[in-house]
Nanobody
Framework: QVQLVESGGGLVRPGGSLTLSCAAS????????MAWFRQAPGKVREFVGG????????SYADSVKGRFTISRDNTKHAVYLQMNSLKAGDTAIYYC???????????????????WGQGTQVTVSS
């Protein structure tokens, strides 16, 4: 049974930093594209960033480029999202997702991801 579990969310002031973690089980982790999405109240779920293995190539939404960094540790079956210079607009529930169509590269549509975590809340507020 595939399971993705996010952690690390919380309340942070504007300009602050936060690191999210996603632990995967029940999958051959190295064969999956891993990504982070987020969903703010009243808005659709949107792609934040993704990473593939083994070249560790990454892709980011324009709104987070230069501020967020995604990484993965295949030995720990984990993927991380380092978030810096956080803004109020980054407030959302953040979801970890896995795409088993590895050969198609990092895709940004929510509909192509096969597995999802339950989400972790990130609130940026003073």
């Amino acid at each position: 049974q595939v399971q993705l579990v996010e952690s690390g969310g919380g309340l942070v002031r504007p300009g602050g930093s936060l690191t999210l973690s996603c632990a995967a089980s029940g999958v051959t982790f190295s064969n999956f594209i891993m990504a982070w999405f987020r969903q703010a109240p009243g808005k659709v779920r949107e792609f934040v960033g993704g990473i593939r293995w083994p070249d560790r190539s990454t892709s980011y939404a324009d709104s987070v480029k230069g501020r967020f960094t995604i990484s993965r540790d295949n030995t720990k079956h984990a993927v991380y999202l380092q978030m810096n210079s956080l803004k109020a607009g980054d407030t959302a529930i953040y979801y970890c997702a896995a795409d088993r169509q590895y050969g198609l590269g990092i895709r940004t549509s929510v509909y192509v991801y096969d597995y999802w975590g339950q989400g972790t809340q990130v609130t940026v507020s003073s």
